[in-house]
């Protein structure tokens, strides 16, 4: 089938609900942490997330800009806005649960690592806390926001931010290397569903060098 999002929006018959979420998949999960002015912590997974560059170092992730029940604009856009500061902490299998706990719509007097149990830790270069038991944590000063074209019933941003810290557990580094055997990575796919990165599904697969031209190979 096609069809045009522009014009029939993102449930078009057959679906029954939006059908996006689960096109452009397996999706990393930008679990992040930042601290509104007044020093409330908030916590949140986005799975429209990812790396941008390698150097420098540069992240992004895309808040809807208002909650969905209350029209109030979501705090990890809010904080950012008014701090310049956030921090990407890695979700493993193990921390679905606490994860998930974190996904709640709620005020922005509402401590998600607090109230989901979750410890936190302190960073080096930002205020924000990273989660202490993520195997890895970015610490990101914002770049810029860029507001999206609007959609049928929201308005999205990107929120773009520069590495600034890196922390990695000492128990994922084998032989120089980060090892995402060790991992446990977590993976958002469509609609509630979500997969576990297992070690026996890990592949190596090395690049060519060089690009050789069938004509100079003679």
């Known amino acids: 089938m096609f069809f045009n999002p522009l ?20 999706r990393p999960i930008g679990w992040i942490s930042t601290v509104s002015k007044d020093g409330v912590i908030n916590l949140a997974p986005y799975s429209f997330f990812n790396a ?25 856009y809010t904080n950012v806005i008014e701090t310049g500061e956030f921090v990407f902490n890695m979700c493993t299998w193990g921390l ?42 970015l610490e990101c000063k914002l770049i810029e926001v860029i507001d999206l074209p609007k959609g049928k019933n929201s308005q999205s941003h990107v929120v773009l931010g520069q590495v600034v810290g890196i922390h990695i557990d000492d128990d994922i580094i084998t032989d120089g290397i980060v090892d995402v055997h060790k991992m ?24 060519p060098d060089t690009f050789q031209h069938p004509s100079d190979k003679d």
């Open 7 to 26: 014009e029939v929006g993102m449930k078009p018959p057959p679906f029954k609900h939006t059908v996006y979420n689960a096109l452009v998949v397996p």
């Open 96 to 137: 679905r649960e606490e994860m998930i706990a974190t996904a709640i719509t709620a005020p922005a007097s509402y401590d998600e690592m607090k109230e989901a149990g979750i410890e936190g830790a302190p960073c080096e270069n930002v205020a924000p806390p990273r989660v202490k038991a993520s195997p890895v944590a």
């Open 184 to 207: 446990e990575l977590i993976a958002r796919l469509g609609y509630l569903d979500y997969a576990k990165i297992e070690s026996e599904n890990i592949v190596a697969l090395p690049r």
């Open 52 to 76: 941008l560059s390698g150097d420098p170092p540069c992240v992004m992730y895309c808040p809807n800009a208002v909650k969905a029940n209350s029209g109030e604009k979501k705090d990890s």
